[in-house]
């Protein structure tokens, strides 16, 4: 059974940076899920922040294009989502998400994946 567990939020003020980190659970190729990042605000939806698709190609959220890299290191088992320029609207819980199957266009949607961690918080002060 996959497990993921994130680390890495934080309090940071606006302008700085954050890595969050995924770490999965051992043994699993991850190289071949599709594994994303999203995040839920308080009082709203969860988002699709950033994705790497399993053919190892990535997609952005528009509000994160260019700010948020996400990566990931098969050795480590570990997902990483480098976020720079943060601003108070990136406050938010952050979840990494996995799932086997090649999900394309659909990535955004939180229905499509099997696998999800518990989430770390995440607070940008102005």
Sequence with gaps: QVQLVESGGGS??????????????KYYQY???????????PG?????IAVKHNDG????????????????DNA???????MNNLNP????????AA???RLGPLWTGEDEYNY?????QVTVSS
Excluded: H, P
């Excluded at 190289?31 to 605000?41: D, H």
């Excluded at 609207?89 to 990494?96: F, K």
């Design 12 to 25: 940071v003020q606006a302008g700085g940076s954050l890595r969050l980190s995924c770490v999965g659970t």
């Design 31 to 41: 190289g071949r899920f599709t594994m994303a990042w999203f995040r839920q605000a």
């Design 44 to 48: 709203k939806e969860r988002e699709g």
């Design 57 to 72: 190609n990535t997609d952005y959220a528009d509000s994160v294009k260019g700010r948020f890299t996400i990566s990931l």
């Design 76 to 82: 480590k088992n570990t997902l990483y989502l480098q």
């Design 89 to 96: 609207d990136d406050t938010a819980m952050y979840y990494c």
């Design 99 to 101: 799932d086997e199957s």
């Design 116 to 120: 999800w961690g518990q989430g770390t």
